[in-house]
């Protein structure tokens, strides 16, 4: 069968969209990486291993486990963000132009550069991702009033929240979106609680992927099997040009990974998870998934609930009930080598993101 051919039946002509923009993704990221681990060894963008926890005492186990990785350059994560930028503007404005230079008209198909779909979650992916990237400026030249550099957690949180807001403000007040799916259940209209809720599953995807990013390869890991699972919701939802924005980061990430695997070259840093997270809960909101959001990373439940439960027991209790915090950490603890704790990590999410897949497509929403 000719190409052609191929070109009348939509839902082919949408999977192979979806799968070149990963395609895409992938190699636009692969190419940038090499100039941009230049720029972060030149520039001495090296992390520093933290020597308190959030409660403000001595690290002693976490620190010494990874001493090891001091030097290791962040800010890796300017790469995903960057490349799903230029591929978004250059489906766009690029594709067209090539689309008649080379007489295919299935390069112009390429555009996912919508606003309805695309224009939201790609704004939060580069906001956050600025900030992130502000973040870790500060903490690797230890600049800011937090003890080592960087911004304190309470300023990130209320950036977080502005985004959150403003995202809220979207969904509420121009998209007109006030209710929540509950899977083969239906539909609930809950008004302006639509607003906390929606700040709340960012906060939640945003932190929870900055807590998890402790590892090599571990959050990019997890990212990927999630978006991965997103766009496969967005896809079957009819929304062809979300999903192929998740394709667009999930090649992206598959690139980052790459050089993210143990002994990791570089880090995501907060460019990195800070932005995908945000977006990740965007894009959950996006498919009216919000409860199915929590089933795919459950890993982030995990993690985020073990630090809640370890710094409430330390404050109340005085005693711990991991070994270390958040869970990553607890393993290594155990004597659990870290590429396994990572991998076992993969797996985990893997299985929890297809009975996310089952359960929200079962019980599709609107």
Known sequence: MHFAQFETIPDVVNVLKIM????????????LT??????????????????????GKKLTFVNQLHAAKA????????????????????????????????????????????????????????????LGLADD????????????????????????ILIAGVGAWWFYGKLGWDGIHVPGIGDFDIGWWYVPLFIFVILFSAISSNETDGLDGLNAGV?????????????INGRTDLAAFCAAITGALLAFLWFNIYPARFFMGDTGAM???TTLGVVAMLTNSALVLF?????????????VIQLFSKKFLHRKVFLAAPLHHHFEARGWPEPKVVMRAWVFTAVTALAGLIIGILGMGK
């Not at 300017?78 to 689309?99: K, Q």
């Not at 990212?223 to 896809?235: E, G, M, Q, V, Y």
């Not at 795919?296 to 073990?306: A, D, H, N, P, R």
Request: glycine share 10%.
């Open 20 to 31: 070149a923009t990963g395609f895409f993704a992938f190699v636009l990221a692969f190419a």
């Open 34 to 55: 090499p100039l941009w681990t230049k720029i972060l060894f030149k520039y001495k963008t090296g992390i520093k291993i933290k020597e308190n926890s959030v409660d």
């Open 71 to 130: 030097g290791t350059p962040t800010m890796g994560g300017v790469i995903i963000w960057v490349s799903v930028l230029i591929l978004a503007f250059g489906s766009h404005y690029l594709f067209p132009i090539l689309a008649k230079w080379f007489n295919i008209n299935f390069i112009a198909r390429l555009d996912f550069l919508s606003r309805r779909q695309v224009w939201l979650p790609l704004f939060v992916l580069v906001t956050s991702g600025v």
């Open 137 to 160: 400026f500060m903490s690797v030249r230890g600049i800011g009033k937090n003890k080592g550099g960087g911004m304190r957690f309470a300023m990130r949180f209320w950036w977080l």
């Open 223 to 235: 990212l990927l099997i999630s978006f991965s699972a997103f766009a496969t919701i967005a896809f």
């Open 275 to 277: 932005a995908l997270g």
């Open 295 to 307: 089933v795919i990373v459950f890993i982030y439940v995990l993690e985020s609930g073990s630090v």
